[in-house]
């Protein structure tokens, strides 16, 4: 799977420093994010939710704004809009549902389709 940063990266990985501005193209291996074959994280780990995103699709950029938008809105969410969310067969797909006493995003929704995440936001938006 290809990933690009949608925030810069600047870390300290196993291979030494790296500084990644946004929009540089990376690679998922074996659920590893490398960049120029280094191993830099985990893809299911809250850095790569956080730095990088998925782009095989060409909708990166969006992805990123749109994730970023919903995880915001997600903590600021008052009880009507989390009744809606809770509603929607689609926010409940892509919940952790190990964690049904906050609402926490699983890895899938890092990953979906920007179809999925226009929906969920719209979702959300029922309940505003």
């Given at each position: 799977?290809?990933?690009?940063?949608?925030?810069?990266?600047?870390?300290?990985?196993?291979?030494?420093s790296v500084n990644l501005?946004?929009?540089?193209?990376?690679?998922?291996?074996?659920?590893?994010?490398?960049?120029?074959?280094?191993?830099?994280?985990?893809?299911?780990?809250?850095?790569?939710?956080?730095?990088?995103?998925?782009?095989?699709?060409?909708?990166?950029?969006?992805?990123?704004?749109?994730?970023?938008?919903?995880?915001?809105?997600?903590?600021?969410?008052?009880?009507?809009?989390?009744?809606?969310?809770?509603?929607?067969?689609l926010c409940q797909a892509?919940?952790?549902?190990?964690?049904?006493?906050?609402?926490?995003?699983?890895?899938?929704?890092?990953?979906?389709?920007?179809?999925?995440?226009?929906?969920?936001?719209?979702?959300?938006?029922?309940?505003a």
């Amino acid at each position: 799977m290809k990933y690009m940063v949608s925030k810069r990266f600047r870390e300290t990985v196993e291979s030494g420093s790296v500084n990644l501005p946004y929009g540089t193209e990376c690679e998922s291996r074996n659920g590893r994010i490398y960049c120029g074959g280094r191993f830099l994280v985990r893809e299911k780990s809250r850095k790569a939710h956080t730095n990088f995103v998925r782009n095989d699709d060409g909708n990166g950029a969006e992805r990123a704004k749109l994730t970023q938008r919903i995880e915001r809105e997600t903590g600021q969410a008052d009880a009507e809009t989390l009744r809606h969310m809770e509603d929607s067969a689609l926010c409940q797909a892509y919940r952790k549902q190990e964690h049904q006493d906050v609402w926490l995003w699983s890895h899938e929704f890092y990953i979906a389709p920007v179809e999925d995440l226009r929906d969920i936001e719209a979702a959300m938006k029922k309940g505003a």
